[in-house]
């Protein structure tokens, strides 16, 4: 009979889980979704797929589930990026594409992305921030991410 050696098994587990394991943090590209969307951008031509993550919040009507916010938050600040404005942890794949692409003719996504970083904040009508209205550190930080991308915005 094979004796199951349970320590070491659970440490590999242990490992594994957090090698792998989800992304969540303050920061505009401190999550999964955020990190998922940033894949979309890098194999877009142009900026249809930031267009339509900022109006998946400012076109519905509907409660804004938190991956479509953080999506959303995730477009604004490639705005703010193209705008010469970007994050000062933007990463490199988003500062390869802003490189190669322009606001040229698509100005109403700055006010498309003002209006993200508005929407998102309001508990009542999003998932991500009654998440962070969880921590009231927390919250503060990711309000204060928020209102620096409101600024390199305007």
Request: aromatic share 8%.
């Amino acid at each position: 009979m094979k004796t199951f050696k349970f320590v070491p098994f659970c440490a590999a587990l242990f490992i594994s889980l957090n090698a792998y394991g989800g992304a969540w943090d303050v920061g505009p590209f401190d999550n999964d979704d955020a990190l998922d969307w940033v894949w979309e951008l890098t194999e877009s031509a142009d900026l249809s797929v930031v267009e339509a993550a900022l109006k998946s919040v400012t076109e519905s009507s509907s409660y804004i589930q938190a991956p479509t916010a953080t999506s959303a938050i995730a477009a604004a600040e490639v705005v703010a990026a193209l705008k010469g404005k970007p994050h000062a942890q933007l990463p490199e794949e988003v500062a390869s594409w802003v490189k190669a692409h322009s606001l040229d003719g698509k100005e109403q996504l700055v006010e498309l992305a003002l209006q993200v970083t508005t929407r998102v904040q309001d508990v009542r009508d999003s998932e991500l921030a009654q998440l962070w209205s969880d921590s009231a550190e927390l919250r503060e930080s990711w309000v204060s991410e928020l209102s620096d991308l409101k600024q390199r915005l305007q």
